[in-house]
């Protein structure tokens, strides 16, 4: 077994990758925390808002179920800028 699978085998939770919501639930994260992604130094940080619901929400008001999918479309819309 590779370590890479055995890294990725220690972060699931039932047998599933850690969702926001199950931080919330855990008392690690708050619905309504700002959580702040450096993609690179010189570059404003990109912001997402905790939701109620587990997901985060990008300022403009989208909202993902994972960290990457909200840092994929904040540095996404960077490139587009």
Known sequence: MSSESHRRRDVLVNGRRVRVLDLIEAGLLDAGQTLVYQQRLGIEPHLATVTAKGRLALPDGRE???PSGAA????NDLVRD
Not at 72 to 75: E, K, T
């Open 64 to 66: 993902y179920n994972t």
């Open 72 to 75: 994929a479309a904040a540095a």
